[in-house]
């Protein structure tokens, strides 16, 4: 679409057929090289996840409720699991190291979706070797969560009552490695990269939320964390044993385009941490608790959330007694963080755009669900 929007400005839509956009269209109004209004356009994506959840049972959802963002699978199925827990009165009965597992492939994902956004980003400003990088270094643990699970992207590896399977030989010694590699590699990205001048230039001050606006619009994640907003779910009402783990939330207070990379890179780091402390944790141990016969929710509702790779993530799922739950919805720290971009970008130069909007980490699929 192009065409004139009142005397001396010019509309046009950025995507939704866009390499940065992805599935997701902005309509922008310029002034000029200025940005004068940003109105996004979801909705390209949409796959009607909620209603497809209610044709089938608990486990049959498990596969089809990891697409809307698998680059962090784990991160969308861990509040489902434990709503359905919940449902089922199972809670309590979950292992002690099925739930350390949980902790480790969740930070897995992190990472994983992290080095994504890395890449990404670097692409946007013309950094080719960061982006060459990030998605190299990704795949250490991308192996090492299909160690796990046995398979590479979604890993449907969180269930009902605990994980799928235990840990294969050999896999603390390997998962500790990979945080002494990731740790050593995190130190020369920020060299080449964030400590970068060019990259300060590009990044800094541009697209700046403040904290007013992250409370105001109901940002999560690493948005909010980015502007001094102290968030986290881990740490808010910590679930699956994570208020045994020591670890710190990063937290910026400049709310802008560097600032919310550069959580993404301190979060990798604390990643790495917490999965270590996991290791020294585990206990020999059954990882799952075997649910015998069909799985019924009690009639009822359930809500949980946890802290996914962009932030809080949540199920709220009603049931009716049946092996199928009767609705299912899904809030995600995409849909939360969509409502803020019109201010994010509203005065950026539009060669400035790119860089703002992907900073925000915003995943079209997973808004879109």
């Known amino acids: 679409m192009e065409e004139q929007s009142g005397e001396g400005k010019l509309t046009v839509s950025v995507g939704p057929q866009h390499p940065g956009s ?49 680059l962090d699978s784990s991160g969308i199925l861990f509040p489902y699991v434990l709503a359905v827990e919940d449902l089922l009165g199972i809670t309590d009965k979950v292992p002690e190291r099925a739930k350390y597992l949980r902790i480790v492939m969740a930070e897995f994902n992190r990472i994983i979706s992290h080095q994504y956004f890395l890449a990404i980003q670097a692409i946007f400003l013309g950094h080719s070797t960061q982006f060459i990088w990030s998605v190299g270094d990704r795949e250490v643990f991308m192996d090492l969560a299909a160690s796990l699970s046995g398979a590479r992207v979604t890993f449907s590896y969180f269930v009902p009552g605990g994980v799928r399977t235990d840990t294969p030989p050999g896999f603390e010694e390997k998962t500790l490695k990979a945080c002494d590699y990731m740790e050593r590699r995190l130190k020369e990205y920020r060299a080449m990269m964030h400590e970068n001048p060019f990259m300060k230039m590009r990044m800094e001050n541009v697209g700046v939320i403040g904290p007013q606006d992250v409370v105001r619009y109901g940002c999560v994640g690493p948005t909010a964390r980015a502007s001094g907003v102290i968030t986290d779910v881990r740490k808010d ?106 201010k994010l970008l509203k005065g950026l130069h539009l060669a400035d755009l790119p860089i703002a909007f992907w900073s925000l980490d915003y995943w079209p699929v997973e808004a879109d669900r």
């Not at 309509?27 to 994506?45: E, K, R, Y």
């Not at 009690?298 to 009603?318: K, L, P, W």
């Open 22 to 70: 992805g599935h997701f269209r902005i309509i922008v109004t310029l002034d000029g090289d200025i940005v004068a209004n940003a109105i996004p356009d979801p909705g390209f994506v949409h796959r009607g996840a909620e209603k497809m959840a209610e044709y089938r049972n608990y486990i049959q959802n498990i596969p089809h409720l990891e697409r809307p963002v698998i």
């Open 237 to 342: 009402e910590p679930y699956s044993l994570y208020d045994t783990i020591d670890f710190h939330i990063p937290i910026y207070k400049e709310g802008d385009s560097m600032a919310r990379v550069l959580v993404h890179l301190d979060e990798m780091q604390e990643s790495c941490n917490i999965i270590r402390q996991v290791m020294k944790k585990l206990r020999p141990g059954p990882v799952k608790y075997v649910v015998k016969g069909q799985m019924r929710g009690r009639v009822g509702e359930s809500y949980a959330r946890t802290e996914a790779a962009r932030g809080m993530m949540s199920y709220h799922i009603i049931s009716d007694g049946l092996p199928e739950p009767y609705r299912v919805k899904i809030d995600t720290p995409s849909n939360r963080n969509l409502a803020v971009m019109p």
